[in-house]
């Protein structure tokens, strides 16, 4: 977990790392299996949406797409702390569930894990980035039909004046705070709290009882903290 978590990406940052998952001797930057990254995300093979990305995505497309995800281990425990503590999420039969940058939506997995029942009626990415179309190729296949509505850009006007929620849940863009960032600039900082604004206003929007936001742990570095506190202005403003 600790190499998919701060690594975040189809190759292996360290020899340690690679021995860990391979078991062996060899070093340098080597392909980490894709099986390796489920079980890093403790996401199940029989989970239906491995069955799509597998098929719609190339191995390092779906690398890509599964880090985007979180811990199934985590958003369960989340997940369900939700229900328990929200009178309005604990008395439904099932939640309505809206997604942006989630990954080919692998971050409701925590939802299967804790048994809780849910129809995701809207998904969106952002419009301009490679994993963003790869996801929305996966999302597109596990939800076409059934009233489900895909946005191409989670920024605009239509996805956030989309289709009301119970739980929404949002991996919001992360390249600009990724400790693998070392060409990051002020200008990128403040262009990823500007979309993390924009994508929020659907909070604003529609009240879902719940909302889950997932970000790398590279905000918590003393050298991150002006965009983190901008974060938790961005969410005070709701």
């Excluded at 392909?31 to 079980?39: E, I, M, P």
């Amino acid at each position: 977990q600790r190499f998919v978590h701060h690594g975040c990406g189809p190759t292996l940052p360290s020899s340690a790392n690679y021995r860990l998952l391979h078991g062996d001797g060899r070093g340098g930057l080597q392909y980490a299996s894709t099986r390796a990254y489920l079980a890093a995300f403790d996401i199940p093979m029989q989970d239906p949406r491995w069955d799509v990305i597998q098929r719609e995505l190339s191995p390092a497309a779906a690398q890509r797409v599964i880090c985007q995800g979180v811990s199934a281990r985590c958003t369960r425990l989340l997940y369900a702390a939700m229900r328990a503590r929200s009178p309005a999420l604990r008395g439904l039969q099932s939640w309505r569930v809206a997604t942006a940058c989630t990954g080919g939506d692998l971050m409701l997995s925590g939802l299967d894990a804790a048994g809780i029942q849910y129809r995701v009626v809207q998904a969106s990415e952002l419009k301009s980035t490679t994993v963003g179309r790869a996801s929305r190729k996966v999302i597109n296949a596990l939800y076409e039909g059934d009233g489900f509505r895909l946005f191409d850009d989670a920024c605009s006007e239509d996805a956030i004046g989309g289709a009301a929620s119970d739980l929404f849940a949002m991996g919001f863009p992360c390249t600009k705070f990724s400790a693998l960032n070392r060409q990051r600039s002020e200008e990128d900082v403040r262009e990823a709290l500007k979309q993390l604004r924009l994508m929020l206003r659907y909070i604003n929007r529609h009240r879902p009882a719940g909302v889950l936001l997932e970000n790398v742990a590279g905000l918590l570095r003393p050298q991150m903290q002006h965009a983190l506190a901008g974060i938790c202005d961005a969410l005070l403003d709701i």
